[in-house]
């Protein structure tokens, strides 16, 4: 009996995760993009390794009261270009068309999620001069960060890990791979 109880837990729980990727993937292919202008953070951390530590300006602009709610969400508009900017905290009402919901945290700062942006280590050069995050969104909840974006809102795209060059120096007789 325990075992049969096992396997529909474990096949319910994968159906669930499959469910999950399924959709972020179809918001990826067919969601409405918009760029989030980037604000300058640190992009390293050791555990991690490569990584970019994202902060939107909208957030930024937001200004929330330190008695603001320790999260919730913003609202944003979109303007032609795709650019989505600041308009209001959310406070349940409905939303104007054109309108998107972006969840935050707060406390000393405004933080809008996701609020970083994984690479490959070595390829931090190649994100350095990102302006934009790129988002797709399904309808005004669902988003999903799909990439980072340089001034002219072109995505960045690293050549594969094969080809990007790797640092050598000689030691002795021996070369060694620096980073």
Known sequence: MKTKIFIIASLLTLC???WSIYAKEEIRRGGELVYLQ???VDPRSLIQGDYMRLNYRLANDARLPFDQP??????ISV???HVGHFERIDNGAPLKDGEKRLPFTHDYNTRVTPDSFL????????YSQAKYGVFRFNGPD?????????ERKQLIEPPPAAD???PLTRNGNSLHITR
Do not use: I, R
């Open 164 to 166: 990007v060059p790797t």
């Open 38 to 40: 980037l604000a300058p």
């Open 16 to 18: 669930f995760f499959n």
């Open 142 to 150: 669902s988003k999903v960060l799909v990439g980072l974006a340089d």
């Open 70 to 75: 320790s999260h919730g969400n913003l609202v």
């Open 119 to 126: 690479f490959q280590e070595g390829q931090a050069g190649f």
């Open 79 to 81: 303007d032609a270009d």
